[in-house]
């Protein structure tokens, strides 16, 4: 499907279907609608009248033209009203646009730029939000189907705007393609079976990315960092590890760096404290922190962000076999620091201790880690949520505020400083669980052990990670949830 910007009026243009974005019922506050409606004799005022139209997200009016216009069908659609109104109701609403021209089978779709009479959000910003509901509502994943199922494919949708919005309009439309792109591959790299998706091809998946410089430990070499921890939790599976570094440097002098860890434990069976096998059913997910960091390094020359970027993946498997490290292991990760092994299904964490260790040694401005650390975030705040914990007040703040535009929900929990006495070990500096309670509090400061002073955030993204019910530009699977909140903090360097 093409997405692109025409700089027209929209009334003259043949089209199969017309679609009109509305925030009230008032058809004469919008030129273009109040066009159509004259061209139909005042028929769509009618009927949308008749029908209590108001403009609210979720209503819509599908309407033959009969010939009356160039467009076969106009498409009248709720986006909302002003209060309230945010970039979510554009992505919701362009998704329900390209499922109804898919059901009415329209090849080429005309859609006016959505939200834009509100004033509430930039041009581009719009244009932005629009790209990104269009091409992720067409996502599917399909690699392991013989015959993908039949479904009809839009060719193209123009975006109508003015002349004089057009370069802005431009410019948001390529970065929402270009998000969209990378949160697909995320979502691909996520859906792909473990038995498929191992550590290497992880690696593999972040190797050649445009701007993107990419370097791969293997085992010999994350044996030589000292990586402890990391490696306790890959000794039980036959494939091995693979360390992944990426960086992006921006034009000019670097002045502020990011260092991004995600979590890429490629399935996790639980090791010696095995998972029951219903929750066993979907943790190839485990590395969806992974696939976000890739699916935004994938993209991230084109979103051009004026900061350095690292990222980077401890990937391993966490199996089960007479190798697997046992409960009550001591490990060391890579500061020294020794950690005993109560729980060999508390593995995120010390894959991330490690990463996070040796990320820290180019002296980052900010650190993030996103990891589907605890089912506890899933107890605290289901599945729409995910939890942020972290040092510095200001820096969680940007993150929420960053996660609020990119329609990504994300709450503070706090990091009880009472709470560290309960990851104390009687034998080693450190355990990898606590009491059982207030367990995603216990994952954050367990890995605050590991990020000396720097400013950090962590998110336990457990919940979003993965939807079983599709919903408006989510199918069912991974999400690639945090891609957008990432770009939408690296963009505001
Ligand atoms: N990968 C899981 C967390 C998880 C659970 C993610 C459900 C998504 C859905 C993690 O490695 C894990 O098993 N955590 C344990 C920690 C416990 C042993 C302290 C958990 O949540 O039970
Ligand atoms: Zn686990
Ligand atoms: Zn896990």
């Not at 002003?82 to 109701?89: A, Q, V």
């Amino acid at each position: 499907m093409n997405i692109s910007i025409e700089t027209h009026d929209g009334i003259s243009l043949s089209t199969d279907l017309l679609i009109i974005g509305l925030h009230n019922g008032k058809i004469a506050e919008n030129s273009l609608a109040n066009t159509v409606n004259q061209k139909l004799d005042g028929l769509p005022k009618k009927l949308l009248e008749r029908e209590k139209f108001e403009g609210k997200m979720g209503q819509s009016k599908l309407l033959h033209t009969h010939g009356k216009l160039p467009a076969d069908y106009v498409f009248f659609v709720g986006l909302g009203a002003k209060k309230g109104f945010d970039l979510e109701n554009i992505r919701k609403v362009s998704a329900q646009a390209i499922k109804l021209a898919k059901q009415i089978k329209a090849k080429k779709v005309l859609v006016n730029l959505l939200g834009a009479e509100l004033g509430l959000y930039s041009i581009a910003e719009l244009a932005q939000s629009m790209g990104e509901g269009l091409s992720l509502s067409n996502y599917l994943f399909t690699r392991y189907k013989a015959k993908p199922k039949d479904s009809h494919d839009v060719d193209s949708v123009l975006i109508l705007s003015s002349k004089k919005e057009s370069v802005q309009a431009q410019k948001g439309l390529a970065r929402g393609i270009a998000l969209a792109e990378g949160i697909s591959l995320a979502r691909d790299l996520i859906n792909t079976p473990a038995l498929d998706m191992t550590p290497l091809a992880l690696a593999d998946a972040a190797k050649d990315l445009k701007g993107v410089v990419t370097r791969i430990y293997k085992l010999p070499e994350i044996k030589k960092m000292k990586m402890g921890a990391y490696l306790g939790v890959a000794l039980g599976a036959s494939n091995p590890p693979a360390f992944i570094e990426m960086n992006y440097k921006p034009a000019g002098k670097v002045k502020k760096s990011v260092a991004i860890v995600g979590k890429g434990v490629t399935f996790d069976s639980g090791g010696l404290s095995i998972k029951p096998a219903k929750s066993m059913e979907t943790m190839k997910d485990d590395m969806s922190g992974a696939a976000a960091v890739i699916g935004l390094m994938s993209v991230i020359a084109r979103l051009n962000p004026k900061v350095e970027v690292w990222g980077y993946v401890a990937a391993a498997e966490n199996a089960v076999d007479a190798l697997a490290q046992r409960p009550g292991d001591i490990v060391t990760a890579m500061n020294g620091k020794t950690i005993e092994v109560l729980n060999t299904d508390a593995e995120g964490r010390l894959t991330l201790a490690d990463a996070i260790c040796h990320a820290i040694k180019k002296k980052p401005d900010y650190v993030i880690d996103l990891a589907t650390l605890t089912g506890a975030c899933l107890v605290a705040l289901g599945d729409r949520y995910s939890a942020a914990l972290g040092n510095d007040p200001d820096f969680i703040k940007r993150i929420i505020k960053a996660g609020k535009k990119a329609g990504e929900m994300i709450w503070e929990l706090p990091l009880v400083e009472e709470y560290k006495e309960e990851l104390k070990s009687p034998i080693a500096d450190l355990k990898n669980i606590g009491s059982g309670y207030g367990g995603t509090i216990n994952g954050g400061l367990f890995i605050q052990e590991f990020v000396g002073d720097h400013k950090w955030v962590h998110l336990d993204i457990a919940g979003p990670s993965w939807t079983e019910k599709p919903r408006e530009y989510e199918s069912r699977g991974g999400t690639g949830v945090m891609v957008k909140t990432l770009a939408e903090f690296l963009s505001e360097f």
